[in-house]
């Protein structure tokens, strides 16, 4: 029995589809064997998810949610996405994503991690990524466009351009600026809004806590990603029951916001650009993409990029300067490079137990 009249159903904007406020992120479910990725995505089905978020860069979560799919037999609402700025390769990776999940449409394709204004700027022009997926929509491969960024000022844009159905934003209580301007915003302008990241990133051990937070925001769906069923189970229990946050949570959450105030790296890239070409906020994210996706990644593409670049910090302290957040920068770059080096044994590249 649901103890709070907080509504527990949403319509994102525009596009009219109504969903359970508590969506599946699909980006764990690569970790573990495709059995155990199979058996979690039908239980959150049977459980009542009826909104699935996955990409084309979370290599084979869109593979084992489209078996999912075909064993449980049952309607969801599926969002994808993919980085592919021009049209022609976004077009290619919808032609992918609709083999590998299994339908002859996505209701929602999103263009992924639009991180700057010159990223939005490629996919909106002529040509871009955008006019692939008008495309897609209006042949039916697709019903709906969105779009994801971690950058709050590039939102701002996107929702006065009026160009995208729905917006997939970061907020939790450690990264609460959303809550300011670009959600009701949004909402205001009947764009759908999906919240990433309600965990910041694995940083928020307290499940209960972190998605009583997000989904206090009414208005949005909340996709947090989990690859058991146990872990689904512990989400599900906090959304079924009172969502309403009490004075004792309240006060946990202000004492984990002061532990982490001058730690959490926000992602407003405005420490950019570096001197020595470090993306900062990947190398100081490390251990939370790590925990979301495994320690594979520390040797292979833009995590490793990431690494060998912050090898290269000189301490100039310039990215300090910038940090709106005094964040002290160089200290966690060589903290989280320590880290790294645990995690691995570089004399003969295999991850450590």
Known sequence: MLKTTMKRQVTLGKTGIKVSRLGFGGIPIQRVSEKEAVDTVIHAIGRGVDFIDTSRAYTTSETRIGIALRETGKDVVLATK???????????????????????????????????????????????????????????????????????????????????????????????????????????????????????????????????????????VVIPGVETKELFDENWGVFVDDLALDRKEREEIKAIQGEFDKQFCRRCDYCQPCPEGIPIQHVIGIKSMVKRIGPGILKEGWPKFAIEQARGCTECGECMERCPFELPIPELIKKNLQWVDEQIDWATGLIRP
């Open 82 to 220: 993919s980085q592919q700025h021009s049209a022609n390769k976004m077009r290619r990776d919808i032609e992918i994503s609709l083999k590998e999940l299994q339908r002859e449409k996505i209701e929602l394709y999103q263009c992924h991690f639009i991180r700057d204004f010159d990223t939005y700027k490629k996919v909106t022009s002529k040509g871009g990524a955008l006019e692939g997926l008008l495309k897609a929509r209006d042949e039916g491969l697709i019903e709906h466009i969105g779009i994801t960024s971690h950058s709050l000022d590039v939102l701002n844009r996107v929702i006065d351009d009026g160009l995208f159905e729905t917006i997939m934003v970061c907020y939790s209580f450690l990264e609460t600026k959303a809550e300011e301007n670009v959600i009701p915003k949004a909402l205001a302008s009947d764009i759908g809004v999906i919240v990433m990241k309600a965990f910041s990133g694995g940083v928020i051990d307290n499940s209960r806590l972190a998605l009583k937070y997000a989904l206090a925001l009414e208005g949005t």
